[in-house]
């Protein structure tokens, strides 16, 4: 398979993933109450594919990756805005474990696919090869970990130890 466009990118699949399932979880009638923090949520949702697929689209490998830093920075919004929805009483701890698990996922991926272009390639992005095969090559390594694929251990004992994620209801 080679990567010609950046939907072949599986950390932009893994993305658009997230942007469902935020998008999935908002459409629930709690959201309704504060519709603004549920389309600012829904918008931290849909950065990440956005921004990966942004920098695919510049053809240097340092804007792309530039790009991918951006994309970090999204996700880690959109791991902040979870908190806050917790906190709010927006989402359970399941669908906050969810949406954890997701942006675990996305994030390693990217940062070991940054980790390649920046030890095996400078200067210009070969879109026919190089999205390819670190993109296959960094999902075999996401699949072959399967701690990646359960929610972190410390995740829920920190979330809920943490007096400032308790609700006060």
């Not at 504060?34 to 942004?54: H, K, T, W, Y």
């Not at 190089?130 to 359960?150: D, I, K, L, M």
Request: include cysteine; charge should be negative.
């Amino acid at each position: 398979m080679r990567a010609k466009r950046f939907e072949d990118l599986y950390f932009w699949q893994k993305a658009r993933d997230l942007a469902k399932l935020v998008y999935r979880i908002t459409e629930q009638e709690r959201f309704e109450a504060d519709i603004a923090f549920r389309d600012q949520f829904r918008q931290a949702g849909f950065s990440p594919m956005g921004e990966i697929a942004f920098g695919f689209a510049q053809g240097d490998a340092e804007e792309f990756r530039d790009s991918l830093d951006i994309s970090r920075g999204d996700l880690m919004r959109v791991k902040s805005l979870t908190y806050l929805a917790r906190e709010l009483g927006f989402l359970e701890d399941s669908q906050v474990e969810e949406i954890m698990i997701c942006i675990q996922e996305v994030e390693r991926l990217m940062t070991g696919f940054v980790r390649g272009m920046r030890s095996r390639h400078r200067g210009e992005i070969h879109h026919d090869e190089h999205f390819a095969e670190h993109s296959q090559e960094h999902e075999a390594e996401f699949r072959g970990n399967s701690r990646a694929t359960e929610p972190e251990e410390s995740f829920e004992r920190s979330y809920r130890d943490d007096p400032s994620t308790q609700n006060d209801a």
